[in-house]
């Protein structure tokens, strides 16, 4: 029996911008969201890499125990269809991180949509994701902090930037927060925008040709999301983000 019975629609806010051809290709084969919970007092750091296959769609429903942290390094490449889908529980004095980046060209689409619940006192969330899109791509962002009406002391940051590379992209940057206690520290800031033509101009005069100096742009401006990924998976995230940014800089 199918785990999951209805295929959602645009109604639904966490997929008004999805595929939803590719989605029903999949919906009824997918297992339920992964389960992750952080001990109280330790600190996790998980890596996610998403492209091997054209449609991928990866959940995880996660609690963030007392004193715990958990660093989350996102990659989305699919070529056709990805969304990366996270809803954190954060409890008291608990910290949890995303390091994210939808990088999309031709007509594809990328989601990553998070849910970040600050449910006890102390806790902090930090949440910063890029995006680069060429050609007709559709990239979207939908996030939402929420803290209860008891997590006095929270501190929660959203930052979301998307560079577009072609008149045909579309960046979707949805960050909200919803808040409930008096005491808290939130913030988030959005931004669209296009590539220097002044870093553009300087770069072509250095002798690169225009798909190198777009892609050499563009490390700087996702490469950095990977500088505190674990050592044994920051090389394998910085290659596919530099394979990516060259394809779709092409």
């Known amino acids: 029996m199918s785990a999951i019975a209805?295929?959602?629609t645009r109604k639904d806010e966490a997929y008004r911008y999805a595929d939803f051809a590719a989605l029903d290709r999949v919906w009824h084969e997918l297992a339920p969201p992964r389960e992750i919970?952080?001990?109280?007092?330790?600190?996790h750091s998980h890596v996610?890499?998403?492209g091997a296959e054209p449609v991928e769609i990866h959940r995880a429903t996660v609690i963030v125990e007392a004193g715990a942290s958990l660093a989350l390094f996102a990659l989305n490449g699919c070529t056709e269809y990805g969304r990366i889908e996270v809803d954190v529980?954060?409890?008291e004095g608990g910290h949890f991180t995303l390091q994210a980046a939808n990088i999309a060209g031709g007509s594809a689409t990328q989601e990553i949509v998070t849910v970040v619940r600050h449910v006890e006192p102390e806790g902090t969330s930090n949440q910063v994701v890029?995006?680069?899109l060429a050609g007709k791509a559709t990239g979207s962002y939908l996030g939402k902090v929420a803290v209860a009406r008891h997590a006095q002391k929270v501190d929660g940051e959203q930052s979301v930037k998307a560079m577009l590379l072609d008149r045909g992209a579309t960046?979707?940057?949805k960050p909200e927060l919803e808040i409930y206690a008096d005491d808290v520290k939130c913030a988030h800031g959005a931004s669209v925008g296009e590539l220097d033509p002044d870093q553009l101009f300087y770069a072509l005069s250095r002798g690169l040709d225009p798909a190198s100096a777009k892609a050499l742009l563009l490390e700087g401006f996702v490469l950095q999301l990977w500088d505190e990924a674990p050592d044994d998976?920051?090389?394998e995230l910085v290659e596919q983000t530099r394979r990516l940014l060259r394809t779709v800089s092409a």
Do not use: D, H, Q
């Open 37 to 43: 919970v952080i001990p109280a007092g330790e600190s």
């Open 233 to 235: 998976r920051r090389e």
């Open 48 to 50: 996610l890499v998403a």
């Open 130 to 132: 890029r995006s680069v």
């Open 89 to 91: 529980t954060v409890r």
């Open 171 to 173: 960046a979707n940057c």
């Open 6 to 8: 209805t295929l959602p």
